[in-house]
């Protein structure tokens, strides 16, 4: 609201207000989008996001392959009809294999959205989930509200801060541009994998003629501008075509005609789902999407996280300083999520202890209770008639099982290493003679995993759980009370570890112990909004020595290729 289009009202008091209001709310922002950009400056950064999607992206279509060829082992000894499940057998396969060819296309528009500034496939779901305020604060309206003064973002002052919002940017920019690149492919391969299975089934039917056409033809009413062909996307653009502007709905049925052309419209291009129900296709596929990067919205009905990370939002909505602790909530709570679901752990995974009481309850012929109305997910599933459902609920359990037992050995090898022993003399003695936390030890090299989330987070908690015991003191190695509260101990240890809640750990530190950790976090803060991050990763490849810090100064200098060295001693050990 912009308090000087009402000043003229009677009321100056609540303007006055509102103005302050106003004021303030554009200044955080303004803060919070310079802080946001300034972390999301470091390559290493973009980096990971990529290797992450990527790995989820191709990983994603084998899984559901895996667990469909289990379901259909399990099938074939039962002497069960095979048919489905060779459907989805199909599917998967054709799946992995349209990631080939709708790369491509998806970088095509990646490159679009780039240009655009803005996302294309699926724009209410971003990677930073940032209220739309802040993602373009850096603005010469914004400028001149807080300063009192007009600038014009076409010369002088104003266009100098219009440059600099827009140089800005650059890092979210970057991060949007492969978000939707991501996005575009697997929904565009997913969506391309349904369409071949349903076009072999036409043209076997003799219902269409040519398949390669009609697969060209459908898959450009499902891509159209690059949008996904969902209900959001749909109306949005019904709503731009059939405007209440035009001439012709300027009479007293305009407002219902207008309602009907739109309506008659959005049915036009979702297609007559008795032949093809495209937004079926196409509302799956983006949830694929949204799933293997990130960006699935937060249900208080999915578990703890995702309430935890719902009530986060709403208050940071209510008070958006918490941004600068926690710039992104959404996103680190899908990776824990994406990556407790493929665990081996009933206490993170419920779908193990959902399948378990399943099957106790349907064991000897006996039916589960209250099916329709039970919150009991695999119970649904599996009870259910979707083979597609099936596959990909039998594939997750399938790599809950096969992740335990490959990071389980790696940990157990020591080819894999987790947080170390909690004894911190200990600890400090091994990374002094070479040893390096969260990471994998091939031959005399140690090669860290902590950025190939979610992955790494699964390599992390299977390592702490084995350093655990194997590091417990002898007389507390049968000590099954606290081997188990050492487990849990080192899981949280290891979700503080992971850079995107160092801000919520830092809150807890500050809280707990004001003291000791008020001057550090506000050293970390001034460092962040100080030095970009692309300027802090250049410091650690010119220079890998940790240095001493024993002020907000220090940790701003720290940052800062050769300068850290002139400036700052090295941290040094007994030898």
């Given at each position: 609201i912009?308090?000087?289009?009402?000043a003229?009202k009677?009321n100056?008091?609540?303007?006055?207000?509102l103005a302050?209001?106003d004021k303030?709310?554009?200044?955080?922002?303004?803060v919070?989008?310079?802080?946001v950009n300034m972390?999301?400056?470091?390559i290493?950064t973009?980096?990971?996001?990529?290797i992450?999607?990527t790995?989820?992206?191709?990983y994603?279509?084998?899984?559901?392959?895996m667990?469909?060829?289990?379901r259909k082992?399990g099938?074939?000894?039962?002497g069960?009809?095979l048919?489905?499940?060779?459907?989805e057998?199909?599917?998967?396969?054709?799946?992995?294999v349209e990631l080939?060819?709708?790369f491509?296309d998806a970088?095509r528009?990646?490159k679009?959205a780039w240009?655009n500034k803005?996302?294309i496939l699926?724009?209410?779901?971003?990677?930073?989930?940032l209220p739309e305020s802040?993602?373009n604060?850096?603005t010469?309206e914004?400028?001149?509200?807080?300063?009192?003064?007009e600038?014009?973002?076409?010369?002088g002052?104003?266009?100098a801060v219009?440059?600099?919002?827009n140089?800005l940017?650059?890092p979210s920019?970057?991060?949007?541009a492969t978000?939707?690149f991501?996005k575009?492919?697997?929904?565009?391969s997913?969506?391309?994998?349904?369409?071949t299975m349903?076009?072999?089934a036409?043209l076997e039917?003799?219902e269409i003629?040519?398949?390669?056409?009609?697969?060209?033809?459908?898959?450009?009413?499902?891509t159209?501008r690059?949008?996904?062909?969902?209900?959001?996307?749909i109306e949005?653009?019904?709503?731009?075509?059939?405007?209440?502007?035009?001439?012709k709905?300027?009479?007293?049925d305009?407002?219902?005609?207008?309602?009907?052309?739109q309506?008659?419209?959005?049915?036009e291009?979702?297609?007559?789902?008795d032949?093809?129900n495209r937004?079926?296709?196409?509302d799956r596929?983006?949830?694929i999407?949204r799933e293997r990067t990130?960006?699935?919205?937060?249900?208080?009905?999915?578990?703890?996280?995702n309430s935890?990370?719902?009530n986060?939002?709403?208050?940071?909505?209510?008070h958006p300083?918490l941004r600068?602790f926690?710039p992104?909530?959404?996103t680190?709570?899908n990776?824990?999520?994406y990556?407790?679901?493929r665990s081996?752990?009933?206490?993170?995974n419920k779908?193990?202890?959902?399948a378990?009481?399943?099957?106790?309850k349907?064991s000897?012929?006996r039916e589960?209770?209250?099916?329709?109305?039970?919150?009991n997910e695999?119970?649904?599933?599996?009870s259910?008639t979707?083979?597609?459902a099936?596959?990909?609920?039998?594939?997750?359990?399938?790599?809950?099982v096969?992740?335990?037992t490959?990071?389980g050995?790696g940990?157990?090898?020591?080819?894999?290493?987790g947080g170390?022993?909690?004894?911190?003399?200990q600890?400090?003695l091994?990374?002094?003679a070479g040893?390096?936390?969260y990471?994998v030890k091939?031959g005399?090299?140690?090669?860290?995993?902590r950025r190939?989330?979610?992955?790494?987070t699964?390599?992390?908690?299977y390592?702490?759980?084995y350093e655990v015991?194997q590091?417990?003191?002898?007389?507390?190695q049968h000590?099954?009370e606290?081997?188990?509260?050492?487990i849990v101990a080192?899981?949280?240890?290891?979700?503080?570890n992971k850079?995107?809640?160092?801000?919520?750990t830092?809150?807890a530190a500050?809280i707990?112990d004001?003291?000791?950790s008020?001057?550090?976090?506000a050293g970390t803060?001034?460092a962040?909004f100080t030095?970009?991050a692309?300027?802090?990763s250049a410091?650690?490849i010119t220079?890998?020595n940790m240095?001493?810090?024993?002020?907000?100064?220090?940790?701003?200098?720290?940052r800062?290729?050769l300068?850290?060295?002139?400036?700052?001693d090295?941290?040094?050990?007994?030898?």
């Amino acid at each position: 609201i912009d308090s000087r289009k009402i000043a003229g009202k009677n009321n100056m008091t609540a303007v006055g207000r509102l103005a302050k209001y106003d004021k303030r709310r554009r200044m955080v922002s303004m803060v919070n989008e310079y802080f946001v950009n300034m972390i999301l400056s470091s390559i290493r950064t973009l980096s990971t996001n990529t290797i992450g999607n990527t790995l989820t992206t191709i990983y994603g279509p084998l899984e559901v392959l895996m667990g469909a060829r289990i379901r259909k082992v399990g099938k074939w000894v039962r002497g069960e009809s095979l048919e489905e499940v060779n459907l989805e057998v199909d599917r998967a396969t054709r799946e992995f294999v349209e990631l080939y060819h709708q790369f491509g296309d998806a970088m095509r528009w990646g490159k679009k959205a780039w240009s655009n500034k803005d996302y294309i496939l699926d724009p209410g779901h971003a990677v930073h989930d940032l209220p739309e305020s802040m993602k373009n604060a850096w603005t010469a309206e914004n400028m001149g509200y807080i300063t009192g003064k007009e600038l014009d973002e076409t010369k002088g002052w104003g266009r100098a801060v219009s440059i600099f919002g827009n140089v800005l940017r650059t890092p979210s920019r970057a991060l949007m541009a492969t978000d939707e690149f991501f996005k575009q492919w697997n929904y565009r391969s997913t969506v391309a994998a349904d369409l071949t299975m349903k076009g072999r089934a036409k043209l076997e039917a003799g219902e269409i003629e040519n398949l390669d056409d009609w697969l060209e033809q459908e898959m450009t009413a499902m891509t159209r501008r690059g949008q996904a062909l969902i209900e959001d996307n749909i109306e949005a653009e019904a709503v731009r075509r059939f405007s209440p502007d035009d001439p012709k709905y300027d009479t007293p049925d305009g407002p219902a005609q207008l309602a009907k052309d739109q309506d008659d419209w959005v049915k036009e291009q979702m297609g007559n789902p008795d032949i093809l129900n495209r937004g079926e296709i196409a509302d799956r596929a983006v949830q694929i999407a949204r799933e293997r990067t990130f960006t699935t919205d937060l249900d208080p009905e999915n578990g703890f996280l995702n309430s935890l990370g719902l009530n986060l939002q709403k208050f940071s909505y209510s008070h958006p300083w918490l941004r600068l602790f926690m710039p992104f909530i959404r996103t680190p709570v899908n990776i824990f999520v994406y990556a407790a679901r493929r665990s081996g752990l009933p206490a993170v995974n419920k779908d193990i202890h959902r399948a378990a009481h399943y099957l106790y309850k349907t064991s000897f012929g006996r039916e589960f209770p209250n099916l329709e109305n039970s919150k009991n997910e695999i119970a649904r599933i599996f009870s259910g008639t979707d083979e597609r459902a099936k596959a990909e609920a039998m594939g997750r359990m399938s790599s809950a099982v096969g992740f335990f037992t490959l990071f389980g050995m790696g940990a157990m090898s020591g080819t894999i290493t987790g947080g170390g022993p909690r004894d911190k003399n200990q600890r400090k003695l091994m990374v002094e003679a070479g040893w390096q936390p969260y990471s994998v030890k091939i031959g005399d090299t140690y090669t860290s995993y902590r950025r190939l989330d979610p992955v790494a987070t699964l390599m992390g908690i299977y390592a702490d759980m084995y350093e655990v015991v194997q590091y417990a003191p002898p007389e507390e190695q049968h000590n099954i009370e606290k081997i188990t509260m050492g487990i849990v101990a080192t899981f949280f240890e290891n979700l503080q570890n992971k850079s995107y809640i160092q801000g919520l750990t830092n809150i807890a530190a500050v809280i707990n112990d004001p003291e000791r950790s008020v001057s550090k976090t506000a050293g970390t803060l001034a460092a962040s909004f100080t030095v970009p991050a692309l300027v802090a990763s250049a410091r650690s490849i010119t220079d890998d020595n940790m240095m001493e810090v024993r002020g907000m100064l220090d940790q701003i200098i720290s940052r800062v290729p050769l300068l850290s060295q002139t400036m700052l001693d090295p941290q040094r050990n007994v030898l």
